[in-house]
Nanobody, 120 residues
Framework: QAQIAESGGGLGTPGESLRLSCTIS????????LGWYRQAPGKERELVAA????????HYADAVKGRFIITRDNSKSTVYLRMNNLKPEDTALYYC?????????????WGQGTQVTVAS
């Protein structure tokens, strides 16, 4: 049974940076695209960033393009999200998941997520 463990969230002020980490165990990690998602209060979960199996292709939501960077380390079964120039609207619970291809739905049960709060 695959398990997802997100970490690295916290409280940040506008303009600061945070790095999220997500380790997925029990899954053939290197075979799948990976995505970071977020869900703000009262809103649906949305895809923020995704990365292909060999990191050649990345995708970002318009709201984070130019500020967030997704990377992966297949040897550690870990995907990262570097969040630069944080904005209050980035406040959300952040999750990661695997997916077969860029626009495919997530494959695994959701983990606990990691909370990011941006406030001055």
């Amino acid at each position: 049974q695959a398990q997802i463990a997100e970490s690295g969230g916290g409280l940040g002020t506008p303009g600061e940076s945070l790095r999220l980490s997500c380790t997925i165990s029990g899954s053939d990690f290197s075979r799948y695209y990976l995505g970071w998602y977020r869900q703000a209060p009262g809103k649906e979960r949305e895809l923020v960033a995704a990365i292909s199996t060999t990191s050649i292709t990345t995708h970002y939501a318009d709201a984070v393009k130019g500020r967030f960077i997704i990377t992966r380390d297949n040897s550690k079964s870990t995907v990262y999200l570097r969040m630069n120039n944080l904005k209050p609207e980035d406040t959300a619970l952040y999750y990661c998941n695997t997916q077969r291809f860029l626009r495919d739905p997530p494959l695994l049960p959701w983990g606990q997520g990691t909370q990011v709060t941006v406030a001055s």
